[in-house]
């Protein structure tokens, strides 16, 4: 039987494997990525995702992660596949720095990176919009 470990480590590579082979061509599941995180980081005024994640303590890391499984099950429920996939993205980052395992360890990096690329792009995308 596999450990929590082993079981998250499974589940955060194929979300990775993933988001690479399939989010990275999905602009909507981009934007979604990018603007669910930008309005937590501006909530905390933290300047990078991982600044954010850092920043939380025990009671808030706790508390996003039961909002993500509340908001990610309602919007499957929904079927919305897409706003699903965002809070899982997010969900399994924020998860990810309490893991020792190296892959994972290192997949936080690039995905902590990625998430940053989508704020960006989204935060561009808005500020487009304001000015027309």
Known sequence: MATKEEDFRERFVAMMQ????NGAKDQEAQ???GSLA???????????WAAFKSGLGS???????????KQGNKYHRD???KHAYA?????MSVIAP?????????????????????VTIFRKAETATKLN
Request: hydrophobic share 45%; proline share 0%; glycine share 6%.
């Open 18 to 21: 993933d988001l690479h082979a």
């Open 31 to 33: 934007y979604l990525i």
């Open 38 to 48: 930008s309005r937590l980081m501006d909530k905390t005024g933290a300047k990078s």
């Open 59 to 69: 009671f808030d890391h706790a508390a996003l992660l039961t909002d993500f499984e």
């Open 79 to 81: 079927g919305k596949r």
């Open 87 to 91: 809070v899982q993205v997010l969900a």
């Open 98 to 118: 309490s893991q020792t395992d190296k892959d994972v360890v290192s997949g936080n990096k690039l995905l902590d990176g990625i998430i940053n690329a989508l």
